[in-house]
């Protein structure tokens, strides 16, 4: 695969970008999520967010069934946070976790953590992974 030739993240992304349209809906969404796992960055922010709001069916493929049965049964209004460096980054990736938050400002000398109360309507995808508990907001 691309990552395992190239580990590059630009490179991963700019693969699935021209090779989308040769995917099948179910694939589309399962290979997007790999691809956020690995290339999502508040510097591709614009071009994830736009795949994201994709009309291809099958979104459900992007999360694991766990994720979406956890996400199903969150509270309708609940906190998420952000490490950062600017109030208006426009990064998609928050977590559920406050501790991991603080960890990640620490880890990666972000400046700042931003909290944010939101409905359940306004998540695209949850994904558990690595501790994060993370929430994509579009």
Request: proline share 4%.
């Given at each position: 695969?691309?990552w ?20 099948s ?9 790999t ?13 994830f ?7 291809r ?11 979406a049965k ?11 946070y952000?490490?950062?460096n ?11 976790s ?41």
């Amino acid at each position: 695969n691309a990552w395992e030739i190239h580990h590059d993240p630009e490179i991963v992304l700019n693969i699935f970008l021209k090779e989308q349209k040769n995917l099948s809906d179910e694939r589309f969404w399962e290979l997007m999520r790999t691809v956020w796992i690995l290339a999502g960055s508040v510097e591709h922010a614009p071009k994830f967010r736009n795949l994201m709001q994709s009309s291809r069916p099958q979104r459900f493929y992007f999360s694991t069934p766990e994720e979406a049965k956890f996400l199903r049964e969150l509270p309708e209004w609940f906190d998420v946070y952000r490490a950062t460096n600017s109030m208006e980054d426009g990064g998609l990736s928050w977590t559920l976790s406050k501790e991991y938050a603080q960890w990640y400002k620490q880890a990666y000398e972000k400046k700042l953590i931003l909290s944010r109360l939101i409905k359940r309507s306004e998540v695209f995808a949850y994904i558990d992974r690595n501790k994060e508990s993370e929430i994509i907001l579009l």
